[in-house]
């Protein structure tokens, strides 16, 4: 939480005219609400932004409510010296930069937020990934670089993963046993085919209102279609090695009240295959009817009770708990996304520590097909036409050659794929030499020999 050493160094930084500096890539929705909020905090110092367009970016920092003097710098010295911000479209730069502490990378492309982490960790820059895509699909590694390099890899606090591990730190600190931990989401099975044509329907909104808002639907898509809530758990796996179901996410509807009972084992009456695993709660019953006293936009986590006592006590002190009083929910049933990021940065560039971070790779997010796709189309992504992500366990995934959904974009198949089955390497054309692929791989083999 924001209590902490850090705020204290924040004002003994901004006191002395040393302010930490950072610089942001990408200004989609997340860096935007970050950036409404990074003004209000001195001894933070935003010295460069960067991103492809420039149209975009300053719609974000007119959005943000930023003043044009507050990104008046005409270069990375002159930021420096004036305490401004300068934009630019070149973050291999930004990274570069004197004076940056460290980067957040917001882009939200896999590949490219791989590169730019390892750049940053080159550099000797801390690396705060809300990139998720990025970090499922290579983070266990990037967090080893940046250990070895002595900088922190962080999650990005505000967003879902990294408030479920300080839910699941807070239950092992307490000396209680996770059996599971989750978010909540909107979901029914026939959103597995949506696509950017069908995701304002979808969501009740028409396609005027999304560009109002500078919602990109094909990101926007991949919150519905399940890739995103795969790629969340799949990065709450690997910080808190919990592990996944083998058939992955199962999005049961649930009232808060009653989370105790469905994410609890089979054996117990619930929905789970095993303790110590993630799920995604749905807002909705299968026939569409929104469920009163949703967790929609909220984290949580099961705990188990590890004696009479401790069962009388989640009783006494109002915890919803299962039927048998043994499994109990912790939850938070909000998150602002941006407007808390700046926790994150605060304790990885003062405190030296992580909102949580990969110290296993025990899931990953394969390519799954939408509809049946034929030899020579070429996928297009998280959230496309083609593909959506499932929730697998990463040793299996690697030892049936499953295709991570962070590569399924702008590959070409070479054999059809049915609707609903995995996508393999084996039916895909790509380069070998590749430099993502070849990281990748590098992370795979790693997983292989411990």
């Given at each position: ?14 006191e002395s005219g040393n302010p930490l500096r950072i610089g942001l890539i990408g200004a989609g929705k997340f860096g935007t609400t970050f950036l409404s909020q990074a003004r209000y905090l001195p001894g933070l110092h935003v010295l460069g932004i960067a991103d492809l367009s420039n149209d975009r970016l300053l719609r974000s920092l007119k959005n943000a409510e930023w003043k044009q003097s507050d990104y008046s710098a005409t270069s990375f010295d002159n930021a420096l010296e004036r305490g401004c911000t300068y934009l630019t479209d070149d973050a291999e730069a930004l990274i570069k930069a004197d004076g940056i502490e460290l980067i957040v990378e917001a882009t939200g492309d896999p590949s490219v937020g791989v590169r730019y982490a390892l750049q940053a960790i080159e550099y ?327």
């Open positions: 939480m924001v209590e902490g050493n850090y705020l204290y160094k924040l004002a003994a930084r901004a000797g820059r801390h690396v705060i990934m809300v990139n998720v895509e990025a970090d499922v699909l290579a983070g266990y590694l990037l967090a080893r670089k940046a250990a070895a390099a002595g900088v922190v890899y962080s999650l990005a606090y505000g967003d879902q993963p990294a408030l479920i591990c300080e839910l699941v730190n807070w239950a092992r600190s307490c000396g209680f046993n996770t059996i599971c931990a989750g978010k909540g989401t909107k979901y029914l099975p026939v959103y597995h085919s949506s696509t950017p044509d069908t995701i304002w329907t979808h969501y009740g909104m028409d396609i005027e209102t999304g560009t109002q808002h500078d919602l990109n639907p094909q990101m926007f898509n991949s919150f519905l279609d399940g890739t995103k809530s795969a790629i969340e758990m799949a990065a709450v796996a690997n910080a808190t090695g919990l592990y996944p179901q083998f058939e992955g996410l199962r999005f049961p509807p649930c009232r808060i009240e009653n989370l105790p009972n469905v994410c609890r084992p089979y054996e117990d009456g619930g929905q789970l295959s095993h303790k110590g695993t993630v799920e995604v709660v749905s807002c909705m019953e299968r026939d569409g009817r929104l469920i009163e006293n949703h967790l929609r936009w909220g984290v949580f986590i099961i705990i188990e009770a590890p004696s009479d006592y401790v069962k009388s006590c989640f009783t006494e002190y109002g915890l919803a708990t299962d039927t048998t009083g043994r499994y109990a929910a912790m939850y938070r049933p909000y998150h602002l996304v941006g407007l808390e990021l700046s926790v994150s940065i605060l304790k990885a560039g003062l405190d030296r520590e992580a909102t949580g971070f990969p110290v296993k790779f025990n899931a990953d997010v394969i390519a799954t097909a939408k509809k049946n796709l034929e030899a020579k189309e070429m996928l297009d992504g998280e959230g496309g036409y083609c593909v959506y992500g499932t929730l697998k366990p990463a040793d299996l995934a690697v030892k049936e050659r499953l295709l991570p959904i962070g590569l399924a974009n702008r590959i070409k198949l070479i054999n059809d794929v049915a609707e609903g089955q995995y996508v393999k390497w084996s039916d895909i054309e790509y380069d070998q030499t590749d430099s993502i692929i070849k990281f990748r791989s590098e992370m795979e083999q790693i997983n292989r020999t411990i």
